[in-house]
């Protein structure tokens, strides 16, 4: 080209150049104005692009006029900027709540939410349940499928049970994993209580064995993480403070026999009239109370530039709705997080701390209530029968030993309390290593301290202390579970097959230590004090790999190996494992240009995973010898038994193995979002007892002895039925269909095993575990009807024709567990005024009601071997039951539920200095149920007396300033 040529040509192109600028700037949180690395800085509709780098700086070439900068990261909302010959452009993005979601957790990390291939639910804090919420597990009642949520009794101080898909174990444990802020806590005290609700940030539930595999040996009844609440850098002082009032009542009572009815049906009988009293005593009315709550919680944060705080103080006051109960609880918890090295490290520290004092009253009031003549006075002014001033039932001058106590006296005469200590503490090293880019080191040093102590004293002038000369029982002692841990993650791209790669390996120490300390009295005379030690380990090596390739097949796995110092050296390590994946429909151009499907994805897995924890600390060590008795040594007068390993060396982990296939869908640009599961589960090696080949049927002992099989489907759905500006309508519904059935059980001819007893003695078990039936199933007579449906006394079905009404002729009928279990929540919203609730219930179980099988015959009221006589459920009226029938299958009744929850409504006080929130919560409002007992909702399915769930009413105040 000659210079005349090139001359032309530039000039040509200059008014390209003057129209293609550079442009530079720096890109930061909106809420922190911390530089965000990585963030995608491009021309609109073109390729050209760039990101920032660790300072938030970017300079991007050749942007033409009047093009559009599109600047976006995830967890931020997308800015489009339209360029007007800016030379800087500085952007400070804003959080993204609909994309924040993205980003979730799983077992050792975290993982965009379009790319989780397993059954997991993530709960946040504006989806919790409101109201007098205590323990931390009540927040989720009736939120997830797959989860189930047993409420606590009224007992102040009492947590629910939480089931992920029904548990896999029989006697083991069948609670979750729980794991705050990285540390898994002791599986045999994994006490919640001793953590503020309020302090929760988040739960994230891993159901299914692919998500739960990489915790391995303690991972098969699912895992749940939780967070809790940090403090966010650069941002202003902010102090919060929230308060809660509750009255509580016992609204239900059990229908039992008015001292007019008592003494009517005597009066109908020809009973002896002389054993009644004057008296019209309510028991019930004289044992509980209206109870109170007081809840207090304050908040105080601060974000500097590299460093954020948050502290958090609150305070539980309770009095429990049975007299002499109640509960205090004073926590603390403290973050703190600190960035430094251009914000590649990142350190947090949290804690928490905890004191509660419970103080137990005699929950056997409960059940004396129930059946102590109504026609007795509460007081008694005569000497002969005077116990601390309550009336008691004495024959020639002595206490009727077989007779029920005096209800208030029993809570009057007992003074118990336990107190407990904890310190949780944690930090986390999070540095983005310098020589690899994408490589990050994670580490956690844990530590979780417990102490306690309890004691109860009860008073030799009472009736339940009169002919032991009153009794005392001392303990006190400590747990401790530290936690060492570190892993590798590493992120990376192969552009060359449009793969994303994300790889994470680590280890885990965990040391758990037990020491308790116990005395009680015998007959008056405080016994030597008692030392049960109590020690094992964990370890764990643990990878996974996850692929996203093409942006729409994701193929994860992972691996652990781990070992329990429960089992012996043989047995000591297992390996564990899971695979899924997950199909990204939502990137194909059929849901794309559908125009209703926002999103889809099918999800598939495979895992296995294994179980624990169950018996003393060395499984393998064990008081029986195959075919001999438990053999003992003498010091002194007293004999204790010896540990011998013979016969259990080979006891390994109870082992679950678990398929689930999943699909994810949304409509209408994610108005209505749900999941569907299906999950098939087999455990086998279960360790419960049985004796051994060729040993005494009397000598049973731990081993792995049983199968089971399980399946599952769980439906979810969430839809934004109204979403605008003023008016916001959110509902939450979730349905569980589970089933269980025992497959191999061990022992002679593989027998049935008796379990979950009842009322009258040794022996007297009323759920039977057999091959082909779930493990809850009720073992009992088939009871014959009159002409009128009315039950026949001590007429049975002969099941096998031979005219003997025996053991044979019982039958397994129905069960505890239920078919399915669902939750419904609603939250409303029209500008600052709230309104929710959440309704759960259940469906396809059934309870044996031991509290009429106990009480309600006439047999059981009028012939006591001394000279008093008892009271009875209104049950006796129905049935007219002469003897008692404990294996009638007339008391296994249908406990289907459906209750309110809670209800709340409120209003938001916006204002310039201090926003305020009011609210009027009501909980536990009502139960529908054709169950005759006090509540259908019973763990396990035999239902005693239990603390009855009070109702309660909520005045709760919150100020931000």
Do not use: C
Not at 436 to 449: I, P, Q, V, W
Not at 690 to 707: R, S, V
């Amino acid at each position: 080209m000659n210079q005349k040529l090139k001359i032309a040509t530039l000039l040509l192109l200059l008014p390209l150049f003057a129209l293609a600028q550079t442009v530079k700037g720096t890109v930061t949180d909106g809420s922190t104005n911390l530089p965000v690395l990585g963030a995608s800085v491009v021309v609109k509709g073109t390729s050209n692009g760039t990101s920032t780098d660790f300072d938030g700086n970017y300079t991007l070439n050749n942007v033409p006029e009047n093009a559009t900068i599109v600047i976006s990261y995830l967890g931020y909302a997308t800015q489009e900027i339209p360029y007007t010959g800016q030379e800087t452009l500085n952007v400070a993005l804003a959080e993204d709540a609909s994309q924040l979601d993205a980003i979730v957790l799983i077992g050792y990390g975290s993982i965009k939410q379009e790319n989780v291939t397993a059954a997991q639910t993530t709960i946040s804090d504006d989806e919790f349940n409101n109201g007098a919420i205590v323990s931390p597990g009540q927040q989720l009642a009736g939120k997830a499928a797959g989860v189930q949520v047993i409420a606590p009794s009224g007992r102040p101080g009492d947590g629910p049970r939480i089931r992920v898909r029904a548990g896999s174990t029989l006697d083991g444990n069948n609670d979750a994993l729980y794991v705050v802020d990285g540390v898994p806590l002791d599986q045999q005290n994994a006490n919640l209580n001793s953590l503020n609700p309020n302090d929760i940030e988040s739960y994230t539930i891993l159901k299914d064995a692919s998500a739960t595999a990489i915790y391995g040996n303690r991972a098969s009844n699912g895992v749940i993480l939780i967070t809790t609440k940090k403090g966010k850098v650069n941002s202003d002082w902010e102090v919060s403070y929230d308060a809660q009032f509750a009255v509580n009542n016992n609204t239900d009572r059990l229908d039992i026999l008015t001292a007019d009815e008592l003494r009517n049906i005597a009066t109908a009988r020809g009973e002896d009239l002389s054993l009644l009293g004057d008296a019209n005593t309510d028991w019930q009315e004289a044992i509980f109370q209206t109870g109170t709550r007081g809840y207090h919680n304050l908040v105080v944060s601060k974000g500097f530039e590299t460093t954020a705080l948050r502290l958090a103080l609150s305070q539980v006051n309770e009095e429990g709705t049975l007299r002499t109960s109640d509960y205090r609880r004073s926590t603390v918890n403290l973050s703190v997080t600190q960035r430094a090295l251009n914000n590649d490290l990142k350190l947090t520290l949290t804690a928490q701390g905890a004191l509660e004092e419970i103080g137990n009253a005699d929950g056997g009031a409960i059940g004396s209530s129930l059946v102590f003549d109504p026609t007795q006075p509460i007081t008694s002014n005569n000497p002969a029968d005077n116990l601390g001033g309550y009336f008691e039932f004495f024959t020639n001058g002595n206490l009727e030993v077989n007779a029920p106590r005096n209800p208030v006296g029993l809570l009057q005469s007992l003074d118990s309390e336990n107190d407990n200590s904890q310190i949780r503490a944690n930090l986390n090293v999070n540095y983005k290593l310098p020589f690899l880019e994408g490589l990050t080191f994670d580490g956690n040093a844990g530590f979780d301290y417990n102490e306690f102590d309890s004691y109860s004293i009860r008073s030799a002038n009472s009736g339940a202390g009169f002919n032991d000369n009153g009794s005392r029982s001392l303990s006190d002692g400590l747990r401790r579970n530290v936690l060492l841990n570190g892993r590798l993650d590493y992120e990376t791209s192969i552009d060359a097959i449009n793969t994303d790669v994300q790889a994470t390996i680590g280890s885990s120490y965990q040391d758990f230590t037990r020491e308790t300390y116990s005395q009680n009295t015998d007959n008056g005379v405080l016994l030597d004090r008692r030392f049960f030690p109590g020690d094992n380990r964990l370890i764990s090596f643990f990878g996974r790999l996850t692929f996203d390739i093409n942006d729409l097949f994701v193929l994860s796995g992972s691996i652990s190996r781990d070992g329990s110092s429960r089992f012996s050296p043989e047995e000591r390590f297992g390996i564990f494992g899971g695979v899924s994946g997950a199909l990204k429909l939502t990137n194909l151009d059929f849901v794309q240009n559908s125009g209703f499907l926002s999103q889809l994805k099918l999800r598939a897995g495979y895992g296995v995973t294994g179980q624990q924890e169950i018996g003393p600390d060395f499984l393998y060590i064990q008081v029986f010898t195959p075919g001999q008795p438990a053999a003992s040594v003498q010091f002194g007068n007293r004999f204790l038994p010896t540990l011998r390993p013979e016969g259990t060396q080979d006891l390994t982990w109870e082992e679950t193995s678990q398929y689930n296939v999943g699909l994810d869908f949304g409509l209408f640009d994610d108005r209505l979002t749900g999941t569907v599961d299906a999950y098939y589960r087999e455990t086998t090696d279960l360790l419960q007892g049985a004796p051994l080949p060729g040993g005494a049927l009397e000598n049973f002992i731990l081993q792995n002895a049983g199968d089971t099989q399980s399946r599952g489907l769980e439906l979810g759905l969430n839809a934004d039925v109204i979403r605008n500006d003023d008016l916001r309508w959110n509902v939450g519904a979730n349905m569980t269909f589970n089933e269980i059935e025992i497959t191999n059980l061990a022992g002679p001819n593989d027998n049935p095993v008796e379990v979950g007893g009842i009322a009258g003695g040794v022996g007297n078990n009323i759920q039977e575990r057999a091959i082909g039936f779930d493990p809850t199933a009720f073992h009992v007579y088939r009871q014959v009807y009159d002409q009128n449906g009315n039950p026949l006394n001590g007429v049975y079905v002969d099941i096998n024709n031979d005219n003997v009404i025996n053991n044979a002729d019982r039958v397994r009928y129905k069960k505890a567990n239920p078919d399915m279990y669902y939750g419904l929540t609603s939250n409303l919203s029209f500008k600052n005024f709230f309104f929710n609730f959440t309704l759960r219930g259940s469906a396809g179980l059934y309870n044996y009601n031991n509290v009429d099988s106990n009480a309600a015959t006439y047999s059981n009221i009028f012939n006591n071997p001394g000279a008093y006589y008892t009271n009875s459920t209104t049950d006796v009226l129905d049935t007219n039951f002469e003897n008692t029938q404990l294996f009638s299958d007339y008391y296994v009744q249908k406990a289907d539920f459906l209750k309110l929850d809670n209800a709340q409504i409120g209003y938001n006080i916006p204002g310039d200095k201090v926003d305020i929130r009011a609210s009027l919560t009501g909980t536990n409002l009502f139960t529908i149920t054709d169950y005759d007992g006090l509540d259908p909702e019973v763990a396990g399915g035999i239902d005693n007396t239990i603390y009855p769930r009070s109702r309660g009413i909520i005045l709760g105040l919150g100020f931000t300033f």
